[in-house]
Structure formats: structure tokens, C-alpha cells
């Protein structure tokens, strides 16, 4: 596995603060905000059906929110589980995450060969910027985002490897907004440094 074969997908472009252009443009996918953008987006590199797809590894960097006793802002950690956090079809019988009449387990696993962090994070997403406080996953989860769950499904759905690494922006607490804005573009060279520069160099 070598960078030729890595897609790295963000959200947004001020999460990489023009660090990661030389990936531009086969390897790096920005795809927008929450699921569906972020669905719809690689589900489109993957090609037509998912005819062909050109990767060996897909990697998520973006940023996210962690309840303070789990992990501090400035923290880059890894995900490497992942649940839809406001997936709520309680009231028809069904369980907290759980998709009506869908095979996928509530909580989806990946694996990579490529994770020099190791924590092996359970991130939670959904389409809401969110306190933990606010939703019943707040015990349960480590962080809180917009997009890894979807992309670790097309992934899964694809067989491709997928892992998510999160920069930790704000505590999901009532100065997450401000706190998001302020650190959104600190992690990338955290990023960089502690799992980029493990990669191989390009044939």
C-alpha cells in the first residue's frame, strides 16, 4: 500500500488549511457536511455501481467533539467503531442506532493495517452539531461527528479499508461552537505527523 492507492476524505477544506494539496485530486475527497453529502460524495469516487475502486485504503481526517474525560481538545485519536448516533426508532421496537430492517449492525467495525494511534475510538454521527449532554449516546460513545458513520458504511458496503482520525475541537459542551470555529484548523499538522508520515512513499 502506497500513497497512490490512499483516498483521504474531509469534510470541509478549512479542516486541512491547504496542507494536504498534494493529494489533490485523485487522492483526496472533500465531500461537505453530515451523511448524505458525505454518502453521496465517495460513493461517487467509488465509480459507477462501484465498478472500480481505484484504493486500497480509505482514510477519514476531520474534527470532533469528546466529552472531557475521555479526550481533551488538541487530541488526534483514531476511530475505528462507529454508530448513527441519531438513528432513534425506539418507539416502532426497534434499538437506540439500529436501522429498520437493515442488515448492518448498529455499531460498525473496520480495520486498517495502517493506525500508529491505536485507541481504537468509538466515534458516533449524525446530522446534528450536538452537545454530548443532548443525546442518549453520551455514556456510550468517545466522539462525537457529522460524516464517519456514512463513509464507514460505503466502505463496508464496498469492502474497501476504512479509519477515521479525529481531531478534537471542543468538549460537546455549551462552548462547542466557539470552540470548533477557534481549533478547526489545528489538527492537520498533528495529522500529518502522526499518521501520514508512516505511509509509504509513492512509487
Request: glycine content about 12%.
Given at each position: 500500500m502506497n500513497k497512490d492507492n490512499i483516498l483521504i476524505v474531509c469534510a470541509l477544506?478549512?479542516?486541512?488549511?491547504?496542507?494536504?494539496?498534494?493529494?489533490?485530486?485523485?487522492?483526496?475527497?472533500?465531500?461537505?457536511?453530515?451523511?448524505?453529502?458525505?454518502?453521496?460524495?465517495?460513493?461517487?469516487?467509488?465509480?459507477?455501481?462501484?465498478?472500480y475502486v481505484p484504493y486500497d485504503?480509505?482514510?477519514?481526517?476531520?474534527?470532533?467533539?469528546s466529552q472531557i474525560w475521555k479526550y481533551s481538545k488538541g487530541d488526534l485519536v483514531d476511530c475505528t467503531r462507529?454508530?448513527?448516533?441519531?438513528?432513534?426508532?425506539?418507539?416502532?421496537?426497534?434499538?437506540?442506532?439500529?436501522?429498520?430492517?437493515?442488515?448492518?449492525?448498529?455499531?460498525?467495525?473496520?480495520?486498517?493495517?495502517?493506525?500508529?494511534?491505536g485507541k481504537n475510538?468509538?466515534?458516533?454521527?449524525?446530522?446534528?452539531?450536538?452537545?454530548?449532554?443532548?443525546?442518549?449516546?453520551?455514556?456510550?460513545?468517545?466522539?462525537?461527528d457529522m460524516e464517519a458513520y456514512a463513509l464507514a458504511k460505503v466502505c463496508k458496503l464496498y469492502d474497501v479499508p476504512f479509519i477515521s482520525f479525529k481531531y478534537i475541537t471542543d468538549e460537546a459542551d455549551g462552548d462547542a461552537g466557539n470552540d470548533w470555529e477557534e481549533n478547526v484548523g489545528k489538527g492537520i499538522v498533528e495529522f500529518k505527523k502522526k499518521v501520514l508520515d508512516y505511509l509509504p512513499k509513492s512509487s
Open positions: 477544506e478549512m479542516e486541512t488549511q491547504g496542507q494536504l494539496d498534494d493529494w489533490k485530486p485523485h487522492n483526496l475527497l472533500y465531500t461537505g457536511v453530515g451523511k448524505v453529502n458525505a454518502t453521496y460524495k465517495l460513493t461517487q469516487k467509488f465509480g459507477k455501481h462501484g465498478s485504503l480509505v482514510i477519514n481526517y476531520g474534527t470532533a467533539g462507529f454508530v448513527q448516533r441519531d438513528m432513534d426508532v425506539s418507539g416502532l421496537g426497534f434499538k437506540l442506532g439500529q436501522t429498520p430492517f437493515d442488515d448492518t449492525p448498529i455499531i460498525i467495525e473496520t480495520k486498517s493495517d495502517l493506525n500508529p494511534i475510538v468509538l466515534c458516533g454521527s449524525g446530522d446534528s452539531f450536538v452537545t454530548i449532554d443532548q443525546f442518549n449516546w453520551k455514556n456510550l460513545v468517545d466522539v462525537v
